[in-house]
């Protein structure tokens, strides 16, 4: 049983940067995966980067050299590191924690990122 709460989200310019945060209720050393989804107005939500315990990454072309992300096991916490962003990254920001990739078993309740031109 696993609560996920993040945070770090805001409005921001072209260009800039952003750190999400999500901090789980139990240790994420027990935690295989934990992700990062966003979510569009009218879009499915979409896997934007994917962690294991073995500091394994997965990241969507669309972040590939933009986003960073990584967990804190010792402080139970997830971030997101965001950098060069764009309007298209506008969406709500979800982190999500399971044992496989894609099929996650807790999910957070979403932080919004919007990005001006």
């Known amino acids: 049983q696993v609560q996920l709460v993040e945070s770090g989200g805001g409005l921001v310019q072209a260009g800039g940067s952003l750190r999400l945060s999500c901090a789980a209720s139990?240790?994420?050393?027990?935690?295989?995966?934990l992700s990062w989804y966003c979510q569009a107005p009218g879009k499915e939500r979409e896997l934007v980067a994917a962690?294991?315990?073995?500091?394994?990454?997965y990241y969507a072309d669309s972040v590939k050299g933009r986003f960073t992300i990584s967990r804190d096991n010792a402080k139970d916490t997830l971030y997101l590191q965001m950098n060069s962003l764009k309007p298209e990254d506008t969406a709500m920001y979800y982190c999500?924690?399971?044992?496989?990739?894609?099929?996650?078993?807790?999910w957070g309740q979403g932080t919004q990122v919007t990005v001006s031109s």
């Open positions: 999500a924690a399971g044992i496989v990739v894609g099929w996650p078993d807790y």
């Open positions: 962690i294991a315990l073995s500091n394994s990454t």
């Open positions: 139990a240790s994420i050393f027990s935690i295989n995966v």
